[in-house]
């Protein structure tokens, strides 16, 4: 079974810092590009960041460049996610997804996970 499971969101200050873990389980793990996503009420879902680590490509959405880093842990299935001064508009449900690439749109990816709740108070 194909399963992406999101942890670490929660309530934090601005200013704060979150660490987001993205373990996936059910397929190969190496052949797929995992992206973060993000949805706040009465918005369209914004793609955050995406890693490739066979093809060594990173992408940051511009509004959390500088601030959020992802990276992977191959040997584990995971992908985390450090969100570092967040900001009020950084309250999102944050959701991983799978793709053997790093598509801009939403709808091409694979596998998602159930996603997890940020929410930055000021």
């Known amino acids: 079974e194909v399963q992406l499971v999101e942890s670490g969101g929660g309530l934090v200050q601005a200013g704060g810092s979150l660490r987001l873990s993205c373990a996936a389980s059910?397929?190969?793990?190496?052949?797929?590009?995992i992206g973060w996503f993000r949805q706040a009420p009465g918005k369209e879902r914004e793609r955050v960041s995406c890693?490739?680590?066979?093809?060594?490509?990173?992408y940051y959405a511009d509004s959390v460049k500088g601030r959020f880093t992802i990276s992977s842990d191959n040997a584990k299935n995971t992908v985390y996610l450090q969100m570092n001064s967040l900001k009020p508009e950084d309250t999102a449900v944050y959701y991983c997804?799978?793709?053997?690439?790093?598509?801009?749109?939403?709808?091409?990816?694979?596998?998602w996970g159930q996603g997890t709740q940020v929410t930055v108070s000021s």
């Open positions: 997804a799978a793709l053997d690439y790093c598509s801009r749109y939403d709808r091409n990816y694979d596998y």
């Open positions: 059910g397929f190969t793990f190496d052949d797929y590009a």
């Open positions: 890693i490739n680590s066979r093809a060594r490509i990173i």
